[in-house]
């Protein structure tokens, strides 16, 4: 399993970047998908997650009502849609995928089996 994570680059505070996740080598409907992030000498933080079927979504509270998770199985790919954005959302940003048994998408880090590369968000004041 490959996940590639794109869409980074630099928004000005208040703009909008929506980032994708394309999964090869697995269907990515048998997957609980997430997205994390980690800022310069930060630990890698739990952002947004959706569980397999896309019918449960969890944000964390930071970007909770600003971020949007998605998921487009026929396509293999998840995406964060990030409005009104700000200096403090600068960070690399992760895709991952839980095959889990679960119902619901977890918020820890150590659930996820696999991870995209991370694509660059900078966001300038």
């Known amino acids: 399993v490959q996940l590639q994570a794109s869409g980074g680059g630099l928004a000005q505070a208040g703009g909008s970047l929506t980032l994708s996740c394309t999964m090869s080598?697995?269907?990515?409907?048998?997957?609980?998908l997430a997205w994390f992030r980690q800022a310069p000498g930060q630990e890698r933080d739990f952002v947004a997650a959706?569980?397999?079927?896309?019918?449960?979504?969890l944000y964390a509270d930071s970007v909770k009502g600003r971020f949007t998770i998605s998921r487009e199985d026929a396509k293999n790919t998840v995406y964060l849609r990030m409005n009104s954005l700000n200096p403090e959302d600068t960070a690399v940003y992760y895709c991952?995928?839980?095959?889990?048994?679960?119902?619901?998408?977890?918020?820890?880090?150590?659930?996820?089996?696999?991870w995209g590369q991370g694509t660059q968000v900078t966001v300038s004041s």
């Open positions: 080598g697995r269907s990515l409907r048998n997957y609980h």
């Open positions: 959706a569980n397999r079927g896309g019918g449960n979504t």
């Open positions: 991952a995928a839980d095959s889990g048994v679960d119902y619901f998408a977890s918020s820890r880090r150590d659930e996820y089996d696999y």
